[in-house]
């Protein structure tokens, strides 16, 4: 992998802030990056927590922005949604779901456990062609997306300067599960 870029996509649920961060720092640091929600339909916050907001992948971030601004300028002011959908206006038209994607990556991030749950299932039924693999990594940052977008470009960078990813990706996680005192789900797949 070092001698040629690292092709990476990063998958959260509805691709609109934790991948779309990642997306976001990887693409500023000259990575070959894709990002995706896995999800069946993307979920906004809406004006009360069981209440989201809900759009088809389909649905462009304008599209979104411009929707929000006419339900509740304010309310999407306050909770961070607009300046979050203009930013991921400026990266890519609208969110994709990595169900429907057909690329071949070299790590796929994911960002939570049921996520990675989704991935998995969907990378199961896929028909081998290739054989390239894949590595799977799950980087829970449910806390913060910018703080797991940063984590992720180091895990990327360090795998970037990599001589042999296979030999050295077990060594790199350890270190960085030690740094950070939280351990990763980590998988190897096959296209």
């Known amino acids: ?3 040629s870029p690292l092709k990476v996509a990063v998958v959260c649920m509805s691709n ?10 990887l693409r500023k640091k000259g990575f070959s990056v894709w990002s995706f929600g896995a999800g069946s339909q993307v979920r906004l916050p809406g004006d009360a927590p069981n209440l989201p907001v809900v759009y088809n992948f389909s649905t462009t971030y304008k599209e979104m922005y411009n929707d929000l601004l ?9 909770n961070g949604i607009l300046h979050i959908l203009r ?3 400026r990266i890519k038209p609208q969110p994709e779901r ?3 994607c057909l690329e071949a990556f070299d790590v796929i991030f994911t960002c939570g456990e049921s996520i990675y749950d989704r991935v998995v299932e969907d990378l199961c039924t896929r028909e081998q062609e290739t054989f390239q693999p894949v590595h799977m990594i799950d980087v829970d940052t ?4 910018t703080l797991g977008a940063l984590l992720i470009c180091e895990l990327c960078q360090r795998l970037q300067h990599a001589d042999d990813v296979e030999d050295s990706l077990a060594k790199l996680l350890l270190a960085v599960e030690e740094k950070r005192g939280k351990s990763f ?3 190897v797949f096959f296209y």
């Open 16 to 25: 609109i802030n934790r991948s779309m961060e990642a997306h976001r720092i």
């Open 142 to 145: 449910l806390e913060d997306a």
């Open 185 to 187: 789900l980590h998988m």
């Open 87 to 89: 930013r991921n206006e």
């Open 70 to 78: 006419r339900k509740d300028r304010q309310h999407y002011i306050r």
């Open 98 to 100: 990595f169900q429907e």
């Open 1 to 3: 992998m070092p001698s």
